[in-house]
């Protein structure tokens, strides 16, 4: 295998262990059983667990902070907006050849070889918050805690991929565009804008991702 495919391999595997047993539930060992390599072939790409963890995080957070870029830049309104980035940010989680939810652990970001990717997710779920509370400003959205509202949002993208990995005729596909609809739904002052929004984000996506409704 090449080197690339290898260090693909070793990511791939070592996210479905931590899946499964959590990243201090996880060795090294069981991560090159996995990828069928020996443990210094894996020492030789990455020198250290931790080092793993943070190459996945890293990823999933650049695609993320992309999406939400992507969203702000819309010629769109406020409502628009976050509906893209639900729904893209949605269907992201739920095509990922893992499970992510066994690494983001607010125990695991405590450590001090994590720090990096604390601040980030912590400045990502900031960006979240200020997404929402322009739409309040604007008069799009209720005057809803942007805090709760940034965290409903992580709890119904991991149940997303919870319920992808547990029950595999979950109609998952469904999910991204009903976990942006509930969220919208839930905050928009005018919940009747609802499906202009939601044909808006489709129209954009058309194409690009395959999802149902």
């Known amino acids: ?72 830049a819309l010629d769109a309104s406020w409502a628009e907006r976050f509906h893209y980035f639900l729904t893209i940010s949605s269907h992201d989680y739920l095509t990922l050849p893992y499970d992510a939810r066994g690494y983001y652990s607010d125990a695991i970001f405590t450590e001090p070889e994590f720090e990096d990717q604390r601040l980030a997710i912590a400045r990502f779920h900031e960006e979240v ?29 991991f149940e997303g991929m919870r319920e992808r990995e547990t029950n595999a005729s979950a109609p998952v596909a469904h999910r991204p565009l009903q976990v942006s609809d509930f969220i919208l739904r839930a905050v928009l002052v005018d919940p009747f804008r609802l499906e202009d929004v939601r044909s808006a984000t ?3 996506l058309e194409g690009a991702v395959s999802f149902s409704q």
């Open 129 to 157: 918050r200020e997404l929402v509370a322009s739409g309040i400003q604007a008069g799009e959205f209720m005057d809803a805690d942007a805090e709760f509202v940034q965290r409903a949002i992580t709890g119904l993208q």
């Open 1 to 72: 295998m090449e080197e690339g495919g290898t260090r693909q391999q070793i990511l791939v595997h070592a996210a479905r262990l931590f899946g499964r047993h959590g990243y201090y539930g996880t060795t090294t060992r069981e991560i090159a059983d996995a990828v069928g390599i020996r443990q210094p072939s894996l020492f030789y790409h990455f020198s250290a667990k931790h080092v793993i963890l943070s190459e996945l995080v890293d990823a999933d957070l650049a695609q993320t902070f992309g999406r939400l870029q992507e969203a702000r």
């Open 202 to 204: 489709q129209s954009r």
